[in-house]
């Protein structure tokens, strides 16, 4: 167990919906980090927040978007959802300024319909 | 800009024999680099990381790793596979503070012959 929980652990909706996934850090860990996995892409970053503030931006689409919370908790949003958006959504955690590695959760499977 | 290559998406070994994932980098800054195994239908845990001050990292499970900068290379290495290891493994570099995205290999499916 990493310490860093999501939820749902699965998620199945129709094109053109909207869905929210939460996380959940490790106990003083400041920064988030959401990775989509999908068979065709691979591991792809997505974005990364450091104590409330966005810090890095990957290859996210213009559809979704994310936010950190004062309690550090982070949400990604998923919108306009098409049939290539199903995949694994993994968020991750670090301390951040320290040694840099990242403790990932057990993800998020979404599939859309 | 990062990357990383593995080479090989399926390796075979048999039970007890050695195991050795190949991981290339190329990286403009120095690198910090990682080795994450994955499970079916489970998140990635962290095996082992490089981050300067070891060239020769020692992770969990019994697994090793070492750092060779002329070969812009970080192979993932065990003595002795057993059967716990099938799983999927990936190597990743970051460029530290400033930089801490994860950059992915492609991942190398490991089986083991009984």
């Known amino acids: 167990d990493s310490g860093v929980t999501q939820t749902p652990k699965h998620l199945i909706t129709a094109t053109g919906q909207r869905v929210t996934l939460r996380c959940s850090p490790r106990?003083?860990?400041?920064?988030v980090y959401w990775y989509q996995q999908s068979l065709d892409q691979g591991l792809q970053f997505l974005i990364q927040y450091y104590n409330g503030e966005e810090r890095a931006k990957g290859n996210i689409l213009e559809r979704f978007s994310a936010q950190q919370f004062p309690d550090l908790h982070s949400e990604l949003n998923l919108s306009s959802l098409e049939l290539g958006d199903s995949a694994l959504y993994f968020c991750a955690s670090s301390i951040a300024g320290g040694s840099y590695e990242q403790y990932f959760g057990p993800g998020t499977r979404l599939t859309v319909t | 800009a990062q990357s990383v290559t593995q080479l090989g998406s399926h390796v075979s070994v048999s039970e007890g024999a050695l195991v050795l994932l190949r991981c290339n980098y190329s990286?403009?800054?120095?690198?910090?680099l990682f080795w994450y195994v994955q499970y079916p239908n489970q998140g990635l845990q962290l095996l082992l990381k490089?981050?300067?001050?070891?060239?020769l990292v020692k992770g969990i499970n019994g697994f090793e790793a070492e750092f060779k900068k002329s070969e812009t290379s970080f192979h993932l290495t065990k003595p002795s596979a057993h059967m716990s290891d099938a799983a999927e493994y990936f190597c990743a570099v970051s460029g530290g503070f400033g930089n801490e995205k994860l950059t992915f290999g492609t991942g190398t499916r490991l089986t083991i012959i009984p």
């Open positions: 490089y981050t300067s001050a070891a060239t």
């Open positions: 990286s403009s800054v120095p690198p910090y």
């Open positions: 106990s003083g860990d400041l920064s």
